[in-house]
C-alpha cells in the first residue's frame, strides 16, 4: 500500500519565508470560503498565543526539476494562513473580547516573547506531494464521507466569536470537570459541546430571565449579544458563585440525585441565582442564602427528588398517590413540555419556594 500523505510540522516562520520567497500559494482553489471577520481572526490568533492546537493543513507541494523551485499550494487552511501573515503584518488587532492581556493590539505591540512564541508556532500539516488535482479532490471526498453533521452548538462555534461565546467557553472551561463528575453530561457528550450549549442557556436566564430552550433561541442570542455583552463580568462572577454554591449544597450527593439531569439542573441554578442576586421577571420573593444553612437545604431538595421518585414509583405500578395542586404542577412541568419556558417557570418557583420554607423554618 503506497501513502499519498506525510504528516509534517512547519512553524509559523517556515509558512512566513515561503510566502516572502513567493513560494506559498493561497489560493482558494479547492475549497472556497468567505473571508474570515476580525473577531474569527482574533479569536485564532488568540488560540494560537495560548499554545493550543487548531485544525491540520493540507499542503501540496511540487518541485520544478529544472528551475529546482519547490512551489507549496495551500489546499485547506487558506484562511487560517491568510489570518496569521496578516497579523505578522499588523493587519488586525486581537480582540478584549478573546483577551484581557492581548487585547486592542498588533503583533508589533506584543512582547518580543510573545511575538517568538508566535512565530516558532507549529501547524500540523499533511502534505501531498506532487498529487494530481483529481486526487486531491477524491481525497477530499473521502474526509466528507465521514465527517459526522455538527450539533447546533458546534455550528454557533464555527460561526461566532465574539463576547457572548467567549464567556461561554470560558465558563464552560471552568466547570466541565463539575458537570462530567456529577454526571449531568457523558464525556462523549462534552466532546459535541452539550456542556456550552447548557451554559449558554444559564448565561441567558441571567441576563434576560427564563426562556425556552430551543435552537432559534440560543442562536439568536449568540447573534445579539456577538459585539457585547452588558454586565459580563458581573454575570459570569455571580455564574460561578451559583455553581459553588450548587456544589456546596448537594455536596457528593449530586451524582445520584435527579437533579444531576438538566431538566431540573436548570431551575435550580434560576432559583439559587434568584435567591442570591434576583433573576429578572420571576416575580419570587429573596433570602439570602448562607453557607450554614447548606445542610438544610440539601435536605429540601433530597425531598423534591423523592417526590419525583415516588411519583413514578406509584405510575410504574398504576397506583394513586396523593399530592397537593403544587406538588402535581410541579410534577407535571417536570415529566411533559420541561424545555419550553413555563414549564421552567413552574419548576423555578416551585425550588424557590421549598428552598425559601426551609431558610425559615
Known amino acids: 500500500m503506497q501513502q499519498l500523505f506525510h504528516t509534517r510540522n512547519y512553524s509559523v516562520r517556515d509558512f512566513e519565508e515561503w510566502h516572502e520567497r513567493g513560494e506559498l500559494v493561497l489560493a482558494p482553489k479547492f475549497q472556497r470560503r468567505e473571508v474570515w471577520s476580525d473577531k474569527a481572526r482574533s479569536y485564532l490568533m488568540d488560540t494560537i498565543i495560548r499554545g493550543k492546537p487548531i485544525p491540520k493543513i493540507y499542503m501540496r507541494q511540487d518541485v520544478n526539476p529544472k528551475t529546482r523551485r519547490v512551489i507549496r499550494e495551500i489546499v485547506d487552511g487558506q484562511q487560517r494562513l491568510h489570518t496569521v501573515l496578516s497579523f505578522l503584518k499588523d493587519g488586525f488587532k486581537i480582540s478584549k473580547a478573546h483577551s484581557q492581556e492581548f487585547g486592542r493590539k498588533y503583533f508589533s505591540n506584543l512582547d518580543k516573547e510573545t511575538q517568538g512564541d508566535i512565530l516558532k508556532y507549529e501547524f500540523v500539516v499533511d502534505l501531498l506531494q506532487d498529487m494530481l488535482d483529481n486526487e486531491v479532490y477524491n481525497i477530499f471526498a473521502r474526509l466528507n464521507t465521514y465527517s459526522e453533521k455538527l450539533k447546533a452548538q458546534e455550528l454557533r462555534n464555527a460561526q461566532w466569536f465574539g463576547e457572548f461565546k467567549s464567556s461561554v467557553y470560558l465558563l464552560a472551561k471552568e466547570f466541565v470537570t463539575f458537570l462530567e463528575t456529577n454526571n449531568v453530561f457523558t464525556s462523549k457528550k462534552i466532546l459535541r459541546m452539550a456542556e456550552a450549549e447548557f451554559i449558554s442557556e444559564l448565561l441567558l436566564a441571567i441576563h434576560e430571565g427564563i426562556r425556552e430552550g430551543s435552537k432559534s433561541v440560543i442562536d439568536k442570542c449568540?447573534?445579539?449579544?456577538?459585539?457585547?455583552?452588558?454586565?459580563?463580568?458581573?454575570?459570569?462572577?455571580?455564574?460561578?458563585?451559583?455553581?459553588?454554591?450548587?456544589?456546596?449544597?448537594?455536596?457528593?450527593?449530586?451524582?445520584?440525585?435527579?437533579?444531576?439531569?438538566?431538566?431540573?439542573?436548570?431551575?435550580?441554578?434560576?432559583?439559587?441565582?434568584?435567591?442570591?442576586?434576583?433573576?429578572?421577571?420571576?416575580?419570587?420573593?429573596?433570602?439570602?442564602?448562607?453557607?450554614?444553612?447548606?445542610?438544610?437545604?440539601?435536605?429540601?431538595?433530597?425531598?423534591?427528588?423523592?417526590?419525583?421518585?415516588?411519583?413514578?414509583?406509584?405510575?410504574?405500578?398504576?397506583?394513586?398517590?396523593?399530592?397537593?395542586?403544587?406538588?402535581?404542577?410541579?410534577?407535571?412541568?417536570?415529566?411533559?413540555?420541561?424545555?419550553?419556558?413555563?414549564?421552567?417557570?413552574?419548576?423555578?418557583?416551585?425550588?424557590?419556594?421549598?428552598?425559601?420554607?426551609?431558610?425559615?423554618?
Open 222 to 361: 449568540y447573534e445579539k449579544y456577538d459585539d457585547g455583552f452588558p454586565n459580563r463580568r458581573v454575570h459570569e462572577k455571580r455564574f460561578r458563585n451559583t455553581m459553588d454554591a450548587i456544589g456546596g449544597i448537594l455536596g457528593d450527593d449530586l451524582p445520584q440525585l435527579k437533579f444531576r439531569a438538566t431538566r431540573l439542573l436548570y431551575p435550580l441554578f434560576c432559583a439559587v441565582f434568584h435567591l442570591k442576586f434576583g433573576l429578572p421577571r420571576l416575580g419570587v420573593a429573596r433570602a439570602s442564602v448562607k453557607v450554614s444553612e447548606y445542610p438544610t437545604l440539601k435536605k429540601t431538595l433530597k425531598k423534591v427528588d423523592e417526590l419525583i421518585g415516588n411519583i413514578e414509583a406509584a405510575k410504574k405500578k398504576n397506583e394513586k398517590i396523593e399530592l397537593s395542586p403544587e406538588e402535581r404542577k410541579f410534577y407535571d412541568a417536570y415529566s411533559e413540555h420541561w424545555v419550553h419556558a413555563e414549564e421552567r417557570t413552574i419548576l423555578t418557583h416551585y425550588i424557590c419556594k421549598q428552598l425559601l420554607k426551609a431558610m425559615r423554618s
